[in-house]
């Protein structure tokens, strides 16, 4: 069997929680460490490594340099590994004046200037993203399952019809309204981004009626470009299907609520650190 361990950096625990969901796994793969299950601290020599959570503390970093050399494929699992995460909003001066006015207290890993990505430090090969990833697509990874190609879009895979006679005029708030069971999100004024989301999640948030905020990554169509070409995109297919005005749907945009996610979108193209490159996401 291929043995695979997953070190969890900061983060929530939850990419780990998806993948224990996952159970095929447990037939065809050898479970080597995960400190969510096991009572180890050091990484053993390994075939492939999934790394969940940022790289937020001296430890985090100490424990993934350490795990690198001993694992033959290294994988980043998750938002917080590929972009920071909710972590990463532990830069903003304010929070950081109310965290670290604690620290001598509680006695806590030293806190590093900010939150990275774990490819700031080590060398990826492969990533993995998601908020958690779904059980599938932890399987598909371990697996390298040649027949399993992510959806273009999360919009590829909701199958809502877009009526071009219903076109909004503002937008609705994230649990507003009525949700129509068939009928495209965008057409009913929610702010779902799923036309430049990753697929490969099966539309699990906007079958049942939920706006995508872009969990799992810019799709292969903006992973090599900047932002900016991600929110042109954005803007182009609310022009086109609503009557919202610009200005508002770039203030929703860049809006506190959708930030946990889409700032990531500007991460991959690797401004300011190392680019990720389509055929390195699952």
């Known amino acids: ?19 224990l969901n996952a159970e095929e796994w447990i037939q065809e793969f050898d479970l080597a460490y995960m400190a969510l299950v096991m009572s ?10 999934l790394v969940t959570g940022g790289v937020r503390t001296e430890e985090d970093l100490y ?39 604690r620290e001598k ?32 697509l932890y399987m598909a990874l371990l697996r390298k399952a ?17 009526p071009k006679d219903k076109r909004p005029a503002q937008l609705l708030g994230f649990q507003q309204g009525e949700v129509l069971p068939d009928v495209c999100l965008v057409n009913q004024g929610y702010l779902c981004i799923g036309t430049s989301t990753r697929g490969g999640c099966r539309a699990l948030c906007t079958i049942p ?7 799992r990554g810019p799709s292969n169509a903006f992973i ?19 009557d919202i005005p610009e200005d508002e749907i770039e203030a929703a945009l860049r809006s506190p609520q959708l930030s946990l996610f889409l ?20």
């Open 224 to 242: 090599e470009k900047e932002s900016e070409v991600w929110f042109t995109s954005v803007h182009r297919v609310f022009a086109h299907m609503t």
């Open 40 to 49: 180890a601290y050091h990484v053993p020599e390994v075939e492939v490594l």
């Open 209 to 215: 009626g939920y706006p995508c905020v872009g969990c």
């Open 63 to 101: 424990r993934l340099r350490r795990a690198v050399r001993r694992a033959e494929e290294v994988i980043a699992v998750g938002t917080c590994a590929i972009s920071g995460g909710i972590a990463n909003l532990g830069d903003r001066p304010e929070v950081r004046e109310v965290f670290l006015a």
């Open 263 to 282: 700032f990531q979108f500007a991460d991959y193209a690797g401004a300011g650190q190392v680019p990720r490159h389509k055929d390195q996401v699952v």
């Open 105 to 136: 207290r509680i006695h806590l890993p030293h806190l590093l200037p900010k939150c990275r990505p774990i490819d700031t430090v080590v060398k990826v090969d492969r990533y993995l993203p998601g908020c958690p990833p779904t059980p599938e």
């Open 146 to 162: 040649s027949d399993f190609k992510a959806a273009t879009s999360v919009c590829q895979e909701c199958g809502r019809k877009k």
């Open 1 to 19: 069997m291929k043995r695979f361990a997953v070190l969890q950096l900061s983060g929530c625990s939850g990419c780990e929680m998806a993948l």
